[in-house]
């Protein structure tokens, strides 16, 4: 089973001329990771709440920072015009890849913490503002943002409240607790989207003009990523840190959550290189809605309507700001006589 998944990846990272890819238009190896990325992206609120309820958030995102590190690796040493990418390596571009990975750490260990206390569809939502903070990172960069894409971010963000404030006023049944659970889950996963942004805008600069593999950058930011991890358990237990205690609860159906999501980290990557960022925001969103088709199948009764409205203006925002990038200004060349 194992060999399979790293045979499929390494097929998916075997590089692709950028001519080649544009003559022939999307090709049928991009049109399987994008349906890929909208499934695991769909599947995996379900997938955590199934298989690994009770384990810990550092646990899992520990276990997903190996997983990809090993995957990675494995895919890259699989096909021969990959490995060059694994022998330039150095410790220079593992250490700048240190900044990333501890805000991408961070993200993780908060979208963790935060999916155990909302349900699918809000979860989904709500980790939809990464939109928002990656703009405003990239902006900080020098990225410039269209109208459309403005009105589309303000767009996901009334959304976000609208959902939380229905997922709120639809809960009273669970009490205080149940709802100062939702605030603290819905918190995190908010603060988890602007670090997703910070670390998104980081890897784009770091990549830019470069000819990095995708892959490889993955792969220096989980080898990074996983003492980062360790190193924030160790502040937070303090003296009383055991590595067996992060590790508490769990079991080894918990590898299911914890592959899928490794395989989905490597897939955004690999669909932005081959596809473009455009065909990531799609898969991203499709992933949303069938998160609430899937809920509402699994619930048997329709979704609540804030879910149907957010999920609506956060589908027609994705799509703007997918679809109407800034223009160029070009500038007219003065005659002189």
């Known amino acids: 089973m194992f060999g399979r998944v790293v045979a499929a990846l390494a097929r998916a990272m075997a590089p692709t001329r950028v001519a080649d890819a544009r003559r022939r238009g999307p090709h049928a190896r991009g049109v399987a990771l994008f349906v890929a990325l909208a499934l695991q992206y769909a599947s995996q609120p379900f997938l955590r709440a199934?298989?690994?309820?009770?384990?810990?958030?550092?646990?899992?995102?520990?276990?997903?920072?190996?997983?990809?590190?090993?995957?990675?690796?494995?895919?890259?040493?699989?096909?021969?015009?990959?490995?060059?990418?694994?022998?330039?390596?150095?410790?220079?571009?593992?250490?700048?890849?240190?900044?990333?990975?501890?805000?991408?750490?961070?993200q993780n260990v908060l979208l963790q913490r935060g999916a155990r206390a909302l349900d699918g569809v809000t979860f989904n939502c709500l980790n939809q503002t990464k939109l928002a903070s990656a703009a405003a990172f990239l902006w900080l960069g020098g990225a410039r943002q269209s109208r459309a894409q403005c009105l589309a971010l303000v767009g996901t963000l009334a959304a976000a409240v609208n959902l939380f404030g229905g997922e709120t006023a639809a809960g009273g049944g669970g009490g205080a607790a149940s709802a100062a659970a939702r605030a603290a889950g819905a918190t995190s996963v908010l603060v988890a989207s602007a670090l997703s942004g910070l670390s998104g805008a980081m890897c784009q600069f770091a990549l830019q003009g470069s000819e990095k593999l995708p892959?490889?950058?993955?792969?220096?930011?989980?080898?990074?990523?996983?003492?980062?991890?360790?190193?924030?358990?160790?502040?937070?237990?303090?003296?009383?840190?055991?590595?067996?205690?992060?590790?508490?609860?769990?079991?080894?159906?918990?590898?299911?959550?914890?592959?899928?999501?490794?395989?989905?980290?490597?897939?955004v990557g690999e669909i932005t290189k081959r596809l473009g960022s455009i065909a990531k925001g799609f898969a991203v969103t499709c992933g949303l809605v069938l998160t609430g088709v899937f809920q509402s199948v699994f619930a048997g009764a329709a979704p609540p309507r804030a879910h149907v409205v957010s999920l609506i203006v956060i589908v027609i925002s994705t799509w703007v700001h997918t679809a109407f990038p800034p223009v160029e200004k070009r500038k007219k060349k003065r005659k002189t006589g």
């Open 215 to 267: 892959a490889m950058m993955t792969l220096e930011m989980a080898i990074t990523g996983v003492p980062m991890v360790l190193l924030a358990e160790r502040v937070a237990a303090g003296d009383e840190f055991r590595l067996s205690a992060v590790y508490e609860s769990w079991t080894a159906w918990a590898l299911v959550p914890v592959l899928s999501s490794a395989i989905g980290g490597i897939l």
């Open 50 to 106: 199934r298989y690994a309820a009770n384990a810990r958030a550092s646990a899992l995102v520990l276990s997903v920072e190996i997983a990809k590190a090993t995957l990675c690796a494995c895919a890259l040493l699989r096909r021969r015009e990959t490995r060059g990418a694994l022998r330039r390596a150095s410790a220079r571009s593992l250490l700048a890849s240190g900044a990333p990975a501890a805000v991408y750490a961070a």
